[in-house]
């Protein structure tokens, strides 16, 4: 069953499966993978696949920091993750999902109306959506695939002095954080906090990458994203 699959993995993480939320995390993904039928959502296929790589690994960020009473924007968020997971078990979090794909963040908006979830939805490039919302979030969150210096300038411009942006990644290599280490400097950033994470039932390595932001991201960041692309910070 996958609720006992996911609780217990939540127990075993340190997290509460008793909170209100957690039971409606089940319900999101089986919506989320029905949908996937029709709309690319997600590669994952298989349910328990999408508990363990899903749900607990979104919730992994409740390891670390607390988010209640934190502005949290989800940039990149694709099927609605981490933003859902974020947003369902800490209902105190003001958490809105950035995606450039519209037809993305309609489905999460319905499916999360049918759990009487209300989160946020912007639907924009993180790299342009920063000329409105500049340095507005506590903690800024991304899931996504691309090298972490590239992740850095769509994000830390968003996040506010003294919060964090948290990036998701499988096993982080020195070479990449080494990569980043300009980058974070340069767009106002401390040195990256590396936290490994265990998801029970799953082989791969998971890392959180916590970059706390200690001064204001200069003003001529982030760069269009051809230029982040071509030549990285």
Known sequence: MLETLLFDGMTAMGLDPARPGAAKLVPYLEKMLERNRSLNLTAVKDPEDGVRLHLLD???IFTRLDLS???????????????????????????TMLDATAKKLAFIREACAELTL???????????????????YDVVTARAVAALPVLCELC?????????????KSA???EELSAAEAAIRKLGGAP??????????LDAARTLIVIRKD???????????????????
Do not use: W
């Not at 990149?76 to 958490?95: D, I, N, R, S």
């Not at 830390?156 to 998701?168: E, S």
């Not at 990256?192 to 039932?201: L, M, R, T, Y």
């Open 69 to 95: 009473g934190k502005r949290v924007l989800d940039v990149g968020t694709g099927g609605g993750m981490p933003g859902v997971a974020m947003a369902l078990y800490e209902p105190e979090a003001q958490v």
């Open 192 to 201: 990256a906090e590396v936290h490994h994470v265990e998801i029970p039932g």
């Open 118 to 136: 209300y989160p946020g939805f912007v639907n924009a490039r993180a790299e342009e959506y920063a000329a409105e919302a500049r340095e507005s």
């Open 215 to 233: 001064r204001p991201t200069p003003a001529q960041y982030p760069r269009a994203y051809a230029q982040i692309k071509k030549k990285p910070l």
């Open 156 to 168: 830390l411009p968003l996040t506010r002095v003294g919060g964090c942006f948290v990036a998701y």
């Open 172 to 174: 982080a290599s020195d």
């Open 58 to 60: 979104s919730l992994a």
